[in-house]
Nanobody, 125 residues
Framework: QVQLVESGGELVQAGGSLRLSCAAS????????MAWFRQVPGKEREFVAT????????YYADSVKGRFTITRDNAKNTAYLQMNSLKPEDTAVYYC??????????????????WGQGTQVTVSS
């Protein structure tokens, strides 16, 4: 059974930092994109960042570019999201996703096969 388990979400003050982790099990993701999305109540899940299987290329939403960094450790089958200079508008449930469908740079929810259950990030002003 393939599982993605996120951790690291918590309450933090604006300007602070957090690091989210996504631990995968059940299969290796070393050849697949892994990504982070986020969602607030009443809104669609939105793309945050994605990283290629080798970790050599990364892509970010404009809203987090320069503040967030996605990395991965294939030996641990784990992806990370380092979030700096957090803003109240970053408050959301953050989801990890893995294993893309199709071709191109996967930035849509439909591009991914596997999903975690999410971790809550709350940024206070």
């Amino acid at each position: 059974q393939v599982q993605l388990v996120e951790s690291g979400g918590e309450l933090v003050q604006a300007g602070g930092s957090l690091r989210l982790s996504c631990a995968a099990s059940g299969r290796t993701f070393s050849s697949d994109f892994m990504a982070w999305f986020r969602q607030v109540p009443g809104k669609e899940r939105e793309f945050v960042a994605t990283i290629t299987g080798s970790g050599g290329r990364t892509y970010y939403a404009d809203s987090v570019k320069g503040r967030f960094t996605i990395t991965r450790d294939n030996a641990k089958n784990t992806a990370y999201l380092q979030m700096n200079s957090l803003k109240p508008e970053d408050t959301a449930v953050y989801y990890c996703a893995g294993a893309q469908r199709g071709y191109g740079i996967p930035v849509r929810t439909t591009n991914y096969i596997y999903w975690g259950q999410g971790t809550q990030v709350t940024v206070s002003s």
